[in-house]
């Protein structure tokens, strides 16, 4: 998932022996990695970035505990991670009476086998990432997390589980419940074959 | 025979079901059936577009933290590599331990003789932490998740909805108390960035509780305004931040070292 490089562990000896400017290096070098995972989950840029933020900050107050043995950029992108999940547990519920689904009988219609390029397939498509995003927030904190670290951050359940601060079997649930969750909102969508 | 339930299924898709499971999808048309659809419905969940950043996103990123954070002190370790300071600690330990252990006889000695007397034997209170260093930590983190809270519903919040902006004003009139009182302890405790937070946050809460005729449209944006100028809600959750946890959080450590 996340790579070491030794310069990592050069950089936090260096911090901790008083050079503050070279956890810099650091924050450049994992940013755009924790901003992807923190999109993914909070769903929202401005939540992202405050959660990469914090991440860093939370990091850096917490690096005498880091121990050298495991990756920098695996224990940040956990706190990042946890971070996310914080702040999507308290965030204000979605309205899903306004997502369109199996109880709209003009949504039924909807067919996305289509692979012509036309205005309308781009809107639709448009509406399908939104409805995506509507039905991945119907999800519960955890479930919508472990969703996207094994579906689009191609996470193991070990490292779910790790990031979660849960059991692997916990972790493999909320997955398989999300799974289930996800297709029932979504069937919709389904080409109709 | 036993088709492949739906978890099966799903364990199949990320690649990490059992071999048998496998062999079975490859032999059982209906169960490879149900495994196109899975895969069909899994393969159209895509991840929303990623927000582009340039390259230099780290750095911003650095430059927003930085002035917060405090500069480690190195670790002074090169002292104890001169022989004769190394002596002096060794002597020093020692010298620490026989002390102990003579306090210890003593102590020990001391309760044996009552005991023999027939009095019961003491009852060696431990000491605890302060109560009142404790109840001010819970209530200072108490009151900076509140004004988080508030901040973050003042952000997105909207003018026109009575309902969203008359909780803000109750809110931000029940929370000035308690800033006072935190602001009184900063001040005593001297510590001058948490009680220049708490000062700005007076200010805001102040405005907020006492807008006159309620909260209009001009005098919200005006409150928001003032609020994102001075990074506010940020300084807020830096304030968080620096609190210890209330909750022990042994089975959420996660591998590798302590969040």
């Known amino acids: 998932m996340i790579r070491m490089g030794k310069n990592d562990h050069a950089a936090v000896r260096a911090i ?3 050079d503050k400017e070279a956890y810099g290096a650091l924050v450049a070098r994992h940013s755009h990695i924790l901003l992807r995972v923190a999109f993914r989950i909070t769903g929202n840029e401005a939540d992202a970035e405050d959660v990469v933020q914090e991440a860093f900050l939370r990091g850096y107050q917490k690096l005498e505990s880091f121990e050298a043995r495991s990756s920098f950029g695996t224990w940040i992108y956990r706190i990042a991670v946890r971070g996310a999940l914080d702040r999507i547990s308290r965030g204000p519920a979605v309205d899903f009476s306004r997502v369109a689904g199996a109880t709209d009988p003009e949504q039924d219609e909807v067919q996305v086998a289509d692979t012509a390029a036309s205005p309308e397939r781009l809107l639709l498509s448009g509406e399908i990432g939104a409805m995506q995003e509507f039905a991945l927030q119907s999800l519960t904190a955890t479930e919508r997390t472990a969703f996207v670290l094994r579906h689009m951050e191609d ?16 972790a493999k649930q909320a997955v398989f419940r999300a799974v289930k969750k996800l297709r029932i909102r979504l069937a919709a969508l389904r080409v109709k074959r | 025979m036993k088709h492949l339930n739906e978890e099966e ?47 230099a996103y780290g750095e911003r990123v650095w430059r927003s933290i930085a002035p917060f954070l405090p500069v480690y002190e190195a670790r002074r370790r090169s002292w104890l590599r001169g022989g004769a300071w190394r002596g002096l600690s060794y002597a020093s330990a020692c010298a620490v331990l026989v002390a102990s252990a003579f306090i210890a006889g003593r102590v020990w000695e001391h309760q044996q ?38 901040l973050v519903e003042l952000k997105h919040a909207d003018a026109g909805s009575e309902e969203m902006v008359t909780p803000l004003r109750d809110e931000a009139r029940s929370l000035l108390a308690a800033n006072r009182v935190c602001r009184q302890n900063a001040e005593k405790d001297d ?15 102040v405005e907020l509780a006492n807008q006159q005729g309620g909260l209009n449209a001009a005098a919200l944006t005006r409150l928001q305004k003032e609020m994102n100028s001075g990074s506010l809600l940020f300084e807020v959750r830096v304030l968080r931040s620096r609190i210890p946890d209330q909750k022990p959080a042994a089975n959420n450590r996660p591998i590798g070292g302590t969040i």
Do not use: M, W
């Open chain 1, 16 to 18: 901790l022996a008083g």
């Open chain 1, 155 to 170: 996470c193991a359940t070990e490292e779910i589980a790790a990031a979660l601060g849960i059991a692997p079997n916990a």
């Open chain 2, 9 to 55: 299924l799903i364990e199949q898709y990320y690649k990490q079901g059992k071999t048998r499971a496998k062999r079975h999808l490859e032999a059982c048309a209906e169960c490879a059936e149900d495994f196109a659809a899975f895969k069909s419905d899994l393969d159209a969940i895509r991840s929303a577009e990623l927000p582009a950043r340039d390259a």
């Open chain 2, 113 to 150: 003789l009552r005991t023999t007397a027939g009095n019961k034997p003491a009852v060696v209170a431990q000491p605890a932490a302060p109560p009142q260093q404790r109840l001010v930590v819970v209530v200072l983190s108490d009151h900076l998740e509140r004004s988080e809270r508030l």
């Open chain 2, 191 to 205: 510590d001058p960035a948490l009680a220049v937070a708490l000062a700005r946050l007076n200010h805001l809460l």
